[in-house]
């Protein structure tokens, strides 16, 4: 295996770890069920282990290396990076204005080399101005208080300083025009969300095309979604789909091909950047 970085997230960590631990008990032929038996477990702690649901104590991993016969560097590396999954990220101080599934995602981005994302309505987080985002965020049904949407923007700013950061990492945004054609707050703020939304997509890891609507249906007019890839083989990419209350990871091989298949899809039917920096420089005049 080849171990993480100090730096890395502890929600790639436990990913990781969670893996390892599947490749494992497969390589020794065991199934949940017998490793249950030998353990005097419930076979679903195996599955919420190796599905990375659950922490796993040294304890109870030491027991599982055991069993799985893994000693020497092996094991201790795999002890080291359960140590580390239990350590806590830098956006856990933001638990109070931010839920749980959504931590999990900042703790991905966290270690992503790349998301690709395609966005329906909004102009994505990451590329957000402050004002546009207390502006949409001010329109929720639920009550917010002022001082909890000054945290989620102080939380949003913290996770948009990576895009900035001496080594970014690279983002491929596709946004449907009526991202840019629904005013969020005031004309003022429209224009300035658009106005930096032109500047971002300027910078070298950044890539923005808009996908007009001329250009008809789509293969994903049934909402967004982001494709993360991380820079170790270990880590298989994840795809991310948020709704009102929850979200869903993706992580089969089949699923994750079927959204790179449709991101490709409309990379191909998206204005080229050039071309969208046009539009959004448009839309800013009307807005």
Do not use: C
């Not at 909890?148 to 990492?169: G, H, N, S, V, W």
Request: proline share 7%; charged share 25%; net charge neutral.
């Amino acid at each position: 295996m080849t171990a993480l970085t100090a730096g890395s997230s502890p929600t790639v960590r436990r990913r990781r770890l969670a893996a390892e631990l599947r490749r494992l008990r497969k390589e020794a032929g065991l199934t949940a069920e017998t490793i249950a038996e030998k353990l005097e477990i419930d076979p679903s702690w195996i599955s919420r282990i190796e599905t990375g649901r659950r922490r796993i104590r040294p304890i109870d991993l030491r027991a599982l290396l055991d069993v799985y016969d893994v000693q020497g560097t092996a094991r201790e590396e795999l002890l080291v990076l359960a140590r580390q999954a239990r350590q806590r990220g830098w956006w856990h101080t933001y638990g109070d204005v931010i839920p749980e599934w959504f931590q999990i995602f900042v703790g991905l981005e966290a270690e992503a080399a790349e998301l690709r994302s395609y966005d329906p309505e909004l102009v994505p987080g990451l590329l957000q101005t402050p004002d546009y985002y207390r502006a949409y965020i001010s329109t929720a049904p639920m009550a917010t208080s002022q001082e909890e949407i000054d945290r989620k923007i102080d939380f949003r700013m913290a996770r948009q300083a990576r895009l900035t950061a001496p080594d970014p990492f690279r983002l491929w945004v596709i946004m449907n025009e009526a991202a840019l054609r629904r005013p969020i707050g005031t004309g003022l703020t429209m224009r300035a969300q658009l106005d930096h939304l032109t500047g971002m997509s300027e910078r070298p890891n950044i890539t923005v095309q808009i996908l007009p609507f001329t250009a008809g249906p789509h293969p994903a007019m049934d909402g967004g979604f982001v494709i993360l890839a991380f820079p170790e083989a270990p880590d298989p990419d994840v795809v991310y789909v948020e709704n009102q209350v929850g979200s869903l990871y993706l992580e089969e091989p089949s699923a994750i091909d079927r959204y790179n298949l449709v991101f490709n899809h409309l990379r191909a039917k998206a204005l080229d950047p050039d071309r969208s920096r046009g539009l959004i420089a448009q839309a800013a005049k009307e807005a």
